[in-house]
Nanobody, 121 residues
Framework: QVQLVESGGGLVQPGGSLRLSCAAS????????MAWYRQAPGKERELVAR???????TYADSVKGRFTISRDNAKNTVYLQMNSLKPEDTAVYSC???????????????WGQGTQVTVSS
């Protein structure tokens, strides 16, 4: 069984910073892609950032230059450093990982439980 545990959400003023963490645990052979998504009220879920096993990153245009995704493979953890936060960044942020449970297995996708980020004065 695989679990993803997120932390780091909360309330922050505009211009502030937050760091989200998502740790994967369980019987994992290899984690391939790790990503953060977000969903604001009344809007569809969108990809915020993703990082491959080799460290290649992709960002949504709306967060480029402000957010940084990183990963610690030894800890099976992905981070999202969010700087210069704006009210429009308010959403539930969820981590997502594509992983293999054993050598040669297909990729399985798992989701975290989500953490609320609210940017407001």
């Amino acid at each position: 069984q695989v679990q993803l545990v997120e932390s780091g959400g909360g309330l922050v003023q505009p211009g502030g910073s937050l760091r989200l963490s998502c740790a994967a645990s369980g019987s994992i052979f290899r984690i391939n892609v790790m990503a953060w998504y977000r969903q604001a009220p009344g809007k569809e879920r969108e990809l915020v950032a993703r990082i491959t096993s080799s460290g290649s990153t992709t960002y949504a245009d709306s967060v480029k230059g402000r957010f940084t995704i990183s990963r610690d493979n030894a800890k099976n953890t992905v981070y999202l450093q969010m700087n210069s936060l704006k009210p429009e960044d308010t959403a539930v942020y969820s981590c997502n990982v594509d992983l293999q449970l054993s050598y040669g297995s297909v990729n399985y996708r798992y989701w975290g439980q989500g953490t609320q980020v609210t940017v407001s004065s």
